[in-house]
């Protein structure tokens, strides 16, 4: 299988909250840092978040931060971003995507070493 698939997006109004969920099947997520990404259209994709493979060191850009929240639950193979505050700027695709690697790397906001990527939830902020 080798999937991902993301869930849990929609419209909300700004200063509203959703929590995207991404569930793994065909492979485990036990030894894979995972990443939370989105784009716009007509716009470059950015990392918004990233979690170890333990879950004990997670990563935010300034924009996010204080805001979005990642979490794992390896035992259901799951994946979550739990954002808050949203803002018509938060308006875009989010993605997941699986890592080979134990930590995020400094290089976890970009889109390399990724195997898997889901096939993104839309996520609409309105003003």
Known sequence: QLQLVESGGGLVQPGGSLRLSCAASG???TYYAMGWFRQAPGKEREGVSCISSSGTSTNYPDSVKGRFTISRDNA???VYLQVNSLKPEDTA???CAAR?????GSSWYT????DYWGQGTQVTVSS
């Open 27 to 29: 492979f485990t997520l």
């Open 76 to 78: 259901n193979n799951t």
């Open 93 to 95: 695709v989010y993605y």
């Open 100 to 104: 080979p690697s134990r930590s995020c």
């Open 111 to 114: 889109g390399l070493f990724y």
